[in-house]
């Protein structure tokens, strides 16, 4: 499994969070489709997933400059997906701290 890599927690996926209370957003694998999304969370915080969204992200180029001149780079490309949860059902991604 572990198509999972982390939760967002983010001020903008919060908002939508308190708009839509069942809805949680999460950075997946790449090769990741949504019915193996779906069953990784149902399992890993025993939620009953109505629906799952993925969007996927191209990696920006950067540069910045130092001292020593002008370093340039990429980050990473990446796949996030907004998953809903059944009405009444919550997760919280605070109660391992």
Same mark, same amino acid.
């Given at each position: 499994? %572990?198509?999972?890599?982390?939760? @967002?927690?983010?001020?903008?996926?919060? &908002?939508?969070?308190? !708009?839509?209370?069942? +809805? *949680?957003?999460?950075?997946?694998?790449?090769?990741?489709?949504?019915?193996?999304?779906?069953?990784?969370?149902? %399992?890993?915080?025993?939620?009953? @997933?109505?629906?799952?969204?993925?969007? &996927?992200?191209?990696? !920006?180029?950067?540069? +910045? *400059?130092?001292?020593?001149?002008?370093?340039?780079?990429?980050?990473?490309?990446?796949?996030?997906?907004?998953?809903?949860?059944?009405?009444?059902?919550?997760?919280?991604?605070?109660?391992?701290?």
């Amino acid at each position: 499994m %572990a198509f999972i890599i982390k939760p @967002v927690v983010t001020e903008k996926m919060t &908002k939508i969070t308190e !708009k839509k209370p069942n +809805r *949680y957003g999460f950075i997946v694998s790449p090769e990741a489709n949504k019915l193996q999304i779906k069953a990784e969370v149902e %399992a890993r915080y025993n939620v009953t @997933v109505e629906d799952v969204n993925t969007m &996927k992200y191209s990696g !920006k180029r950067s540069a +910045r *400059y130092t001292k020593a001149g002008l370093i340039k780079g990429q980050k990473n490309a990446f796949k996030k997906a907004i998953v809903t949860v059944k009405e009444g059902e919550e997760i919280d991604f605070y109660s391992n701290i």
